[in-house]
């Protein structure tokens, strides 16, 4: 028996009461009466931008009016085409290192915390995270009040990896100083565009 095994049986031995799970389907989660202009407040809350793309804008134009001063910009979006690095075609998670902006796709957004859901989409994940700027493209109908609504939309690709992300990377935890960009992207940017 392995460590683990001979731990986990040990606190099976010690429990004394059991309790079935409760049923999801009646908890009350908040539901909102208007789903985006919460999404908007939660993001803007947690330290990101959000921008209102015009049905005919165009997110190169958006990039470049957003950070002039970005020499790598990594993204396998088709609609992206002033990407310098594709995350699909580098060697290694490496290569991505020192990417200005990274620009990738949400699948939906969750009101009550302004956090995405980002399924992977991209050989080399790193490009979420290893970004100094994340850009997510976010269509404005893919909004949902509650994590429990979010929970039930959740699927999985080949890849078998996705995350939530909310906001730029941020901690408070050495010396209670806010740092920006601890572990990944300092600025987030959700661009919600029209269907």
Known sequence: MSSKEDILKRYR????????????????????????????????????????????SDINTIVKELYPEAKQIASNLPEVTIATRNPDTVDSAQALNGTDVGIIRGKFGVAENGCIWIPQQMKEKAVCFISENLIILLKKSEIVS???????????????????????SKTADIAQVLVMGAQAARSVTVVLTED
């Open 13 to 56: 031995a010690n429990v004394h009461e059991k309790y079935d799970m409760p049923r999801l389907d009646d908890i009350k989660a908040i539901v909102y009466p208007d789903p985006l202009t919460q999404f908007i407040q939660m993001s803007q809350n947690v330290g990101g931008k959000v921008i209102e793309a015009k049905k005919d």
């Open 146 to 168: 509650n994590m429990h609504e979010a929970y039930r939309r959740i699927e999985f690709n080949d890849y078998g990896y996705g995350s939530f992300i909310s906001g730029p």
